[in-house]
């Protein structure tokens, strides 16, 4: 994704590349974060350590790892700069930990930065107030496979609002894969199945099937390009916030 927000940050009006930082150690430290990217030079070099470029920008867009999401947070937060999160894979701790922050700095933090997944939450929002009590609900979803959590945070976000919406608790009703003598299903819980293959960029299905019909509602992403474009649209809409906690439903005025 670095890369990708890199050139999407190029095209985008509002918003200039004026830091970049790797893991510590990285064999791409000292580089041009342009010419990484592959839209050339751009001045501005690769650094291992986000201390050293603290004076450097307004916004920080991290899309990483929980390990080190939760470390720049730390210098973000003490040093009053804004932050955007595409990071998934938090617990739900460490999701407080990002909560706590907001309350100094700005935070837009979403599993998911496309719009079409946005508009979905609230289609899933309506179909599980439609039909949920009757309906089986199951989330499916597909990515490549370098991805390191599961199931996506997208997945986990779509369960949330289902339950949410038929005033289940996810935590207590959800079921992450099946196998053996599982016994018949509980209408009451919300089943999520994981594909990992190749290069799916990130497909999602959640089903509400009942006896007689069943309606399906699936959002499929064929470029990165399109979160890229999502979390830097959040970094420009961050502009002069103070703080708080916000989501991609906040930048797209979708709340309630
Ligand atoms: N919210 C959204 O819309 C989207 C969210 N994501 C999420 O963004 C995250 C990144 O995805 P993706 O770009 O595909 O992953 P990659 O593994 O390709 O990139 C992650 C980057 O973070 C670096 N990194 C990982 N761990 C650490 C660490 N402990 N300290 C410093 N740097 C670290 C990696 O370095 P190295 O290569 O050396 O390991 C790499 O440069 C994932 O959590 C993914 O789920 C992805 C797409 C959209
Ligand atoms: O790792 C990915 O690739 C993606 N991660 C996010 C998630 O976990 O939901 C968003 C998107 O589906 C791509």
């Not at 069943?214 to 103070?242: D, N, Q, Y």
């Amino acid at each position: 994704m670095g890369k990708t927000l890199i050139e999407a940050i190029q095209q985008a009006e509002g918003a200039s590349l004026t830091a970049a930082i790797e893991r510590p150690g990285s064999s791409l430290i000292g580089t041009d974060a342009g010419e990484l990217a592959g839209v050339g030079k751009l001045g501005v070099q690769v650094v291992g350590d986000l201390a050293q470029v603290l004076d450097d920008f307004d916004v920080l867009i991290d899309f990483t790892h929980p390990t080190s999401t939760l470390v720049n947070l730390e210098l973000c937060r003490d040093a009053g700069k804004a932050m955007v999160i595409g990071t998934t894979g938090f617990s739900e701790e460490e999701k407080q930990t990002i909560a706590a922050a907001a309350e100094r700095v700005p935070i837009v933090f979403a599993p998911n930065f496309s719009v079409g997944v946005n508009l979905t939450l609230k289609l899933l929002d309506m179909a599980a107030r439609v039909m949920g009590d009757e309906a089986d609900i199951e989330i499916i979803e597909a990515h490549h496979r370098h991805k390191v959590d599961a199931p996506s945070g997208t997945a986990l976000r779509m369960g949330e609002v289902v339950a949410d919406a038929l005033g289940r608790n996810l935590q207590e009703v959800a079921v992450y894969g099946r196998e053996g003598q599982t016994g018949a299903r509980d209408r009451n819980t919300i089943g999520f199945a994981t594909v990992r293959a190749g290069d799916v960029v990130g497909d999602h299905t959640v089903l509400f099937a009942t006896e007689g019909e069943r309606v399906e509602i699936t959002h499929k992403v064929s470029s990165r390009m399109t979160f890229a474009k999502g979390a830097v649209r959040s970094a420009v809409w961050l502009g002069e916030r103070r703080s708080g906690l916000f989501d991609m439903q906040d930048v797209l005025s979708l709340r309630d």
